[in-house]
T-cell receptor
Framework: GAGVSQSPSNKVTEKGKDVELRCDPISGHTALYWYRQSLGQGLEFLIYFQGNSAPDKSGLPSDRFSAERTGGSVSTLTIQRTQQEDSAVYLC?????????????FGQGTRLTVV | RKEVEQDPGPFNVPEGATVAFNCTYSNSASQSFFWYRQDCRKEPKLLMSVYSSGNEDGRFTAQLNRASQYISLLIRDSKLSDSATYLCVVMRQAGTALIFGKGTTLSVSS
């Protein structure tokens, strides 16, 4: 069975351009998470989707960042007017449900470089 | 104060050593707790959940102290393959986001 799939695996963009990062979660998983990891740093929480509930956007660093999840499956993270400090690995994870003992499965990430 | 705090290390230990990592969390309403492992340039993977009564999985033992808002991971008889970054993870409340600590780096040498 397929795991969490992210695309593209690498993205180089010019400062000021918009980028879209895609995440295909494991089929049937209701919870989906986006994180950002800068070189040598920990995972910074960005946004969380759970079923049909309103997403938890408390981690988005600025209004240049947005995400949506269509039909409870695929999610897209959009960064507008990219800045050099946006360069990082963007990781997506999904889980079957949210609660004690639930495992989150991660994709391999999208490495974003803003030049 | 950060929501989840860990000593970044690195911890450099010889094979066979016992090593312990600690983690504290700030949100007393946090419901669920985990340790994840991340190898260099790889995605994080679940190592073990942490239960209130403490739990063990082979050489790994996890403990939770809700009163002190403190989580620990003990690794016995360290192996070279244990070299990785260990991430303390807290679920804020039931059905909400997972928050990761910055991780503790372990290097096991022969």
């Amino acid at each position: 069975g397929a795991g969490v799939s992210q695309s593209p695996s690498n993205k180089v963009t010019e400062k000021g351009k918009d980028v879209e990062l895609r995440c295909d979660p494991i089929s049937g998983h209701t919870a989906l998470y986006w994180y950002r990891q800068s070189l040598g740093q920990g995972l910074e929480f960005l946004i969380y989707f759970q079923g049909n509930s309103a997403p938890d956007k408390s981690g988005l660093p600025s209004d240049r960042f947005s995400a949506e999840r269509t039909g409870g499956s695929v999610s897209t993270l959009t960064i507008q007017r990219t800045q050099q400090e946006d360069s990082a690995v963007y990781l997506c994870a999904s889980s079957a449900m949210s609660g004690a003992g639930t495992e989150a499965f991660f994709g391999q990430g999208t490495r974003l470089t803003v030049v | 104060r950060k929501e989840v705090e860990q000593d970044p290390g690195p911890f450099n230990v010889p094979e066979g050593a016992t090593v312990a990592f600690n983690c504290t969390y700030s949100n007393s309403a946090s419901q669920s707790f985990f340790w994840y492992r991340q190898d260099c340039r790889k995605e994080p993977k679940l190592l073990m959940s942490v239960y209130s009564s403490g739990n063990e999985d082979g050489r790994f033992t996890a403990q939770l102290n809700r009163a002190s808002q403190y989580i620990s991971l003990l690794i016995r008889d360290s192996k070279l393959s244990d070299s990785a970054t260990y991430l303390c993870v807290v679920m804020r409340q039931a059905g909400t986001a997972l928050i990761f600590g910055k991780g503790t780096t372990l290097s096991v040498s022969s």
